[in-house]
């Protein structure tokens, strides 16, 4: 799988809209790019995934470059709840391939 | 994920013991996974299943087994506890009916502690 970079930590006014980068240049057509969280110490949390179209749901915004070489996770209205961990993760989808987390951005929304 | 129960939620035992983390979910999702986390490091895959009769090695399966019981439980078992086992212990699952891309959701953890 694709290797990915991440800042690591970000800060965020609570309100404010909150965009973590992440780059993953060398992602392969099969491969999708994921977001997780992680709230100190509980389990990961499933944000959102896309391959190369934009995507959104209730949590979150994901762009995707048109080279799908970096991305971008949308928090639209930042809360103090979502200080966390936030990790990109380039995945392929063919056979099966592990959900490899590296260090991640650690996101501190304040008031 | 409310719906992934991970029991028991903390664990302190001494070295050599056995142990065993259990992992039962409702989601209906056929592939379930287990996962420990160290301090400063990310998740490491330590086995996983997509179906009943079907278990594989993840990067750190060494010291670990595990039962899949039915589609819904997975329980990890450590045969004779030693202290570098102590870790956040997650399990995870997902529906791979719908395809390979699916997401995985987690339970809340397991901290297990082995003095």
């Known amino acids: 799988d694709a290797k990915t970079t991440q800042p690591p930590s970000m800060d965020c006014a609570e309100g404010r809209a909150a965009n973590l980068p992440c780059n993953h240049s060398?992602?392969?057509?099969?491969?999708?790019v994921y977001w997780y969280r992680q709230i100190h110490s509980q389990g990961p949390q499933y944000i959102i995934h896309?391959?190369?179209n934009n995507e959104t749901n209730e949590m979150a915004s994901l762009i995707i470059t048109e080279d799908r070489k970096s991305s971008t996770l949308i928090l639209p209205h930042a809360t103090l709840r979502d200080t966390a961990v936030y990790y990109c993760?380039?995945?392929?989808?063919?056979?099966?391939?592990?959900?490899?987390f590296g260090k991640g951005t650690m996101l501190l929304v304040s008031p | 994920d409310a719906d992934v129960t991970q029991t028991p939620r903390n664990r302190i035992t001494k070295t050599g013991k056995r142990i065993m983390l259990e992992c039962s979910q409702t989601?209906?999702?056929?592939?379930m996974y287990w996962y420990r986390q160290d301090p400063g490091l990310g998740l490491r895959l330590i086995y996983y299943?997509?179906?009943?009769?079907?278990?594989n090695k993840g990067e750190i399966s060494d010291g670990y087994s595990v039962s899949r019981q039915a589609q819904a439980k997975f329980s990890l078992s450590l045969e004779s506890a030693i202290p570098n086992q102590t870790a956040l212990y997650f399990c995870?699952?997902?529906?791979?009916?719908?395809?390979?891309?699916?997401?995985?959701?987690f339970g809340d953890g397991t901290r297990l502690s082995i003095l």
């Open positions: 995870a699952t997902s529906d791979g009916d719908r395809g390979s891309n699916q997401p995985q959701h």
């Open positions: 060398t992602i392969s057509g099969n491969e999708y």
């Open positions: 896309g391959l190369k």
């Open positions: 993760i380039v995945r392929a989808i063919s056979g099966y391939s592990t959900l490899t």
């Open positions: 989601k209906g999702h056929d592939r």
């Open positions: 299943s997509f179906d009943v009769k079907d278990i």
